[in-house]
C-alpha cells in the first residue's frame, strides 16, 4: 500500500507535518473529533490516490487526557500524559496537546490537502497549539549536520518494536507516541570542531560511522539512548524526526518524534539524556537544543479507527470492548 492511515513505519518522505490539537470541552467537540477519526481513511484515500508514488500517510495519536471521551473506550494500559524529567540543569517539560497529526509525503502539497480536509472537519471542536512543517534535509540530516534515524529498527523487527500486542488486547496493533519539539543554538553548535560534535552525537559526521561508547564519564546521545530492559535485551524505538526552521527568523529545530510498544522505553532514554548517567552528566545535545514542547500519545490501529464510525462505539460496555461484534478492532497489526 502507498498511502494510508496509522502507518507508523511508511517510508521515509521528503515532507512531513507535525499539528498537536487541544480538545474543547464539551461532548460535541468529542463527537467532532470521533466522526472525523472514523472517516480519516477515507480523507486519506481521496487525497494519496491522486499520486500514491508520493506516499500519503496519516497517523493520529489521542492524548490520554481525552481518550475515553472520544474514543468511548477505556485507554491504554501505560497512556499518562507526558511526564516532565527535571534534571539538575535542563528540564523536559509537558506541554498541551490532545491529539497529534503526522502527516508524510513526498509531495508538500499532498501533506497540505489532507492538514486543509481534516481541519474542515475538526473546526470549532479543537485549538492548534501547534503547527511544525518539517523537510528532508540532504540525506536525512538533521539541522546539527548529522543523520539521523540510522539506529531505527527494521523490517520484521519493526512490529516487535513499535506495535503493543497481546498484553493489551483492546489495543494490540497501536503504539505509543512522544514528540519533542527541539530548538537549536545552530551559531554556537556551528562553531564546536567537527570532532567535538562527534563526540556530544556517538557517529562521525561526514560517513555516520558509530563511535565506541566511552568507558567512563560523559556519554554521547547515542549511548545515552540505548536502553537494555531487564533480560539484557535492547529495546528500540521508531524515529522518524524533521528538521525544520526558518532562517529569516533565525529558527532552526528538530521535531522529534517516537513510536514504541512500552512508553517506558522513551521515558527511560529521556531520564538518561536529561538526567545523565551517571546522574549530573546530562546529554550534551541539551545545551545546543532546548524542547519547547512535551506531549505522549497513543496512535490506535487503523482498524481501531475505522470501527469508531460504528454508532454502538460511542456508549462502551463494562467490559471495555468496543461492544461492536465483528467490526471489535483487531488484534493484529493491520497489514
Ligand atoms: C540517535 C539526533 C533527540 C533517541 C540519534 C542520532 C542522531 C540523533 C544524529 C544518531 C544516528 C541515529 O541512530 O539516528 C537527535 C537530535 C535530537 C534528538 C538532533 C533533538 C535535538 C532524541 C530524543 C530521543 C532520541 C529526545 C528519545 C527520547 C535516539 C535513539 C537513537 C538516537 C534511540 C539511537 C541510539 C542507538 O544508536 O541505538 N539521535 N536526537 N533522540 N536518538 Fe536522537
Known amino acids: ?35 472525523a477519526l472514523a472517516d480519516l481513511s477515507g480523507v486519506v484515500e481521496t487525497v494519496g490516490f491522486r499520486d500514491p508514488a508520493a506516499m500519503l500517510s496519516c497517523t493520529v495519536g489521542i492524548g490520554s487526557g481525552v481518550w475515553t471521551a472520544v474514543t468511548g473506550t477505556p485507554p491504554p494500559a501505560q497512556l499518562h500524559a507526558f511526564r516532565p524529567v527535571v534534571g539538575a540543569t535542563y528540564t523536559a517539560a509537558a506541554t498541551p496537546g490532545d491529539l497529534l497529526v503526522h502527516l ?43 543523520v539521523d534515524g540510522t539506529a531505527n529498527p527494521v523490517g520484521d523487527d519493526v512490529p516487535g ?52 561508547d566511552a568507558a567512563a564519564g560523559q556519554r554521547s546521545h547515542k549511548t545515552l539512548t540505548t536502553i537494555v530492559d531487564d533480560d539484557g535485551t535492547e529495546r528500540d524505538i521508531l524515529r522518524d524526526n524533521m528538521p525544520f526552521g526558518s532562517p529569516g527568523a533565525g529558527e532552526f529545530g528538530t521535531y522529534f518524534i517516537g513510536y514504541c510498544r512500552d512508553l517506558w522505553v522513551i521515558e527511560r532514554m529521556l531520564e538518561r539524556m536529561y538526567v545523565g ?16 514542547t512535551g506531549t505522549t500519545y497513543f496512535a490506535p490501529s487503523a482498524a481501531f479507527l475505522d470501527a469508531l464510525g460504528t454508532p454502538t462505539a460511542t456508549a462502551p460496555p463494562a467490559d471495555g470492548s468496543l461492544g461492536i461484534g465483528g467490526n471489535r478492532p483487531s488484534n493484529h497489526p493491520p497489514s
Open 1 to 35: 500500500m502507498t498511502y494510508g492511515v496509522q502507518q507508523i513505519d511508511a517510508p521515509l518522505t521528503a515532507h512531513a507535518v507535525f499539528l498537536v490539537l487541544s480538545l474543547e470541552p464539551g461532548e460535541a467537540a468529542a463527537a467532532t473529533v470521533r466522526a
Open 104 to 146: 508524510r509525503s513526498d509531495r508538500a502539497d499532498l501533506c497540505f490537502e489532507t492538514q486543509r480536509l481534516l481541519m474542515d472537519r475538526l473546526r470549532g471542536a479543537v485549538r492548534v497549539e501547534d503547527e511544525t512543517t518539517g523537510f528532508r534535509y540532504f540525506d536525512q540530516r538533521d539541522l546539527l549536520g548529522f
Open 161 to 212: 518494536a513499535t506495535r503493543v500486542g497481546e498484553e493489551d488486547g483492546l489495543h494490540a496493533g497501536g503504539s505509543y507516541v512522544v514528540t519533542q519539539k527541539y530548538l537549536h543554538a545552530l551559531d554556537r553548535w556551528s562553531s564546536l570542531p567537527a570532532e567535538v560534535q562527534e563526540q556530544v552525537i556517538g557517529r562521525t559526521k561526514l560517513d555516520n560511522v558509530e563511535l565506541d
Open 277 to 292: 548517567d551517571p546522574p549530573g552528566l546530562h546529554d550534551r545535545i541539551l545545551d545546543f537544543s532546548v524542547a519547547v
